[in-house]
């Protein structure tokens, strides 16, 4: 899994979202790259999961917070969305 596919599985709640967490750690935390991009399909796929308790709202919080302080995630589409997912 590289980068890409790690940063694609957490914020999407994938299969293999754990060891995703466990790559990301060997690559640095900023990045002059914006490597994957939230848009309208993966916010509706998140709520959907949220509106299905298959996530907590503790785990959507942290989703926006993640998706929030990374430099490789463009998330400017649903950005007014991300800031609503926290308290």
Not at 5 to 32: K, Q
Not at 39 to 62: A, F, G, Q
Not at 73 to 81: A, R
């Amino acid at each position: 899994m590289n980068r890409v596919d790690a940063l694609e599985e957490i914020v999407t709640f994938g299969l293999h979202r754990n060891e995703a967490f466990l790559e990301l750690v060997n690559y640095p935390f900023d990045s002059e790259l914006e490597l994957i991009k939230i848009n309208n399909e993966i916010l509706i796929t998140v709520l959907r999961k949220y509106n299905s308790n298959l996530i907590s709202s503790n785990e959507l919080e942290e989703w926006a917070n993640f998706i929030e302080c990374r430099d490789d995630i463009n998330y400017e589409e649903v950005e007014g969305y991300i800031s609503t997912c926290k308290p």
